[in-house]
């Protein structure tokens, strides 16, 4: 497998930090892309590109993973799979006839929740374009979780198949009703969802614990992280 490295630039997560990306370079017209392999080293993906930090003098950030065989919801996130029973979730393939017919509800929901969550962000202002050159890629179509309250979509995460496991790529949501946790409650939900796939894990991406946003990864236990050599064990209840 082939590899290549980014120039320094500022980290999004760290003030004051500079990261790089270990970018894995496919063959050329290669038709299957070893994602699976890849996820298992701690790599993650961002549209078509396929990347792991690698900084030479940061190592904070770590993929974590969620241990689904193992895993029971503490009595805040069962509050929360209370809160939300009401809600109806399905699976939905990209490109599939009904995708196609929610396209454009999917879309404005990306774009309320871009609007008032990530203003200072990089998908902002939000294009249709933009939004699906993110979450699709040729060698591999995602799956999407969808929720909807009374008919209504009011959140998506979008989750990519591994042989061991599903990969929360990312989730977006109404966000104009706080109380129900969504964010969370779609985790769960994907966690529900790997068990019936008979799945090992949900890949939750990275996880920094001095960067704030990210806290709530660790609250779903037990869980592993990848050290950069293997996975070791990580939050436990």
């Given at each position: 497998?082939?590899?290549?490295?980014?120039?320094?630039?500022?980290?999004?997560?760290?003030?004051?930090?500079?990261?790089?990306?270990?970018?894995?370079?496919?063959?050329?017209?290669?038709?299957k892309?070893?994602?699976?392999?890849?996820?298992?080293?701690?790599?993650?993906?961002?549209?078509?590109?396929?990347?792991?930090?690698?900084?030479?003098?940061?190592?904070?950030?770590?993929?974590?993973?969620?241990?689904?065989r193992?895993?029971?919801?503490?009595?805040?996130?069962?509050?929360i799979?209370?809160?939300?029973?009401?809600?109806?979730?399905?699976?939905?393939?990209?490109?599939?006839?009904?995708?196609?017919?929610?396209?454009?509800?999917?879309?404005?929901?990306?774009?309320?929740?871009?609007?008032?969550?990530?203003?200072?962000?990089?998908?902002?202002?939000?294009?249709?374009?933009?939004?699906?050159?993110?979450?699709?890629?040729?060698?591999?179509?995602?799956?999407?979780?969808?929720?909807?309250?009374?008919?209504?979509?009011i959140?998506?995460?979008?989750?990519?198949?591994?042989?061991?496991?599903?990969?929360?790529?990312?989730?977006?949501?109404?966000?104009?009703?706080?109380?129900?946790?969504?964010?969370?409650?779609?985790?769960?939900?994907?966690?529900?969802?790997?068990?019936?796939?008979?799945?090992?894990?949900?890949?939750?991406?990275?996880?920094?614990?001095?960067?704030?946003?990210?806290?709530?990864?660790?609250?779903?236990?037990?869980?592993?992280?990848?050290?950069?050599?293997?996975?070791?064990?990580?939050?436990?209840?």
């Amino acid at each position: 497998m082939k590899f290549g490295v980014t120039q320094p630039f500022d980290c999004s997560y760290l003030p004051d930090k500079q990261e790089q990306l270990l970018i894995y370079v496919p063959a050329e017209k290669e038709s299957k892309v070893p994602y699976s392999h890849l996820i298992q080293a701690g790599f993650r993906r961002s549209g078509e590109q396929i990347y792991r930090p690698h900084c030479p003098t940061c190592q904070k950030c770590q993929s974590i993973r969620v241990d689904v065989r193992q895993f029971k919801p503490s009595k805040s996130q069962r509050r929360i799979l209370n809160k939300n029973a009401d809600v109806q979730c399905r699976i939905v393939e990209y490109g599939s006839t009904y995708f196609n017919q929610q396209l454009a509800q999917y879309f404005d929901l990306y774009s309320q929740y871009i609007c008032a969550r990530h203003q200072d962000g990089s998908m902002y202002p939000p294009n249709e374009d933009q939004f699906t050159d993110f979450i699709y890629s040729q060698w591999q179509a995602p799956l999407l979780l969808e929720a909807s309250l009374n008919g209504e979509v009011i959140a998506i995460a979008v989750t990519d198949e591994t042989e061991t496991g599903f990969s929360a790529f990312y989730t977006f949501f109404s966000p104009f009703m706080p109380q129900r946790s969504i964010g969370t409650y779609m985790i769960l939900k994907q966690i529900e969802y790997s068990l019936k796939y008979d799945y090992d894990y949900l890949y939750l991406g990275y996880q920094i614990d001095e960067c704030r946003k990210m806290n709530y990864k660790s609250a779903f236990v037990p869980n592993e992280r990848f050290n950069g050599e293997l996975w070791v064990e990580g939050s436990k209840k």
